[in-house]
Nanobody, 119 residues
């Protein structure tokens, strides 16, 4: 199984932006981003479907985050804007199999990368 690697995390002030990258992008796989804050459960952030690239977002990040595929770099990216301290956490990339419409069974996870939003 190919090891997924995240990059691009770091620290930013509230209202700022960060971009995360994950690769390699697996052709035919649904690819998602998750996050987990200390003391909280893991939360789905965004997922992109194979083929047409249909995207879905968690309610807390809609209109602020954008997930996309970069076929040239073979990565899946997460562009985050208007960040708040509530966006702080460890962000994980995952790849999976489309089991049913809107059902991605993730079977490959990255190690995670830290995103910190504070002033």
């Amino acid at each position: 199984q190919v090891h997924l690697v995240e990059s691009g995390g770091g620290s930013v002030e509230p209202g700022g932006s960060l971009s995360l990258s994950c690769g390699p992008h697996r052709s035919g796989a649904c690819m998602g981003w998750f996050r987990q804050a200390p003391g909280k459960e893991r939360e789905g952030v965004a997922v992109i479907w194979p083929g047409l690239g249909t995207t879905y977002y968690g309610d807390s990040v809609k209109d602020r985050f954008t997930i996309s595929r970069d076929f040239r770099k073979n990565t899946v990216n997460l562009q985050m804007s208007n960040l708040t301290p509530e966006d702080t956490g460890m962000y994980y990339c995952a790849a999976g199999i489309v089991a049913a419409p809107e059902n991605c069974q993730y079977n490959n996870w990255g190690q995670g990368i830290q995103v910190t939003v504070s002033s």
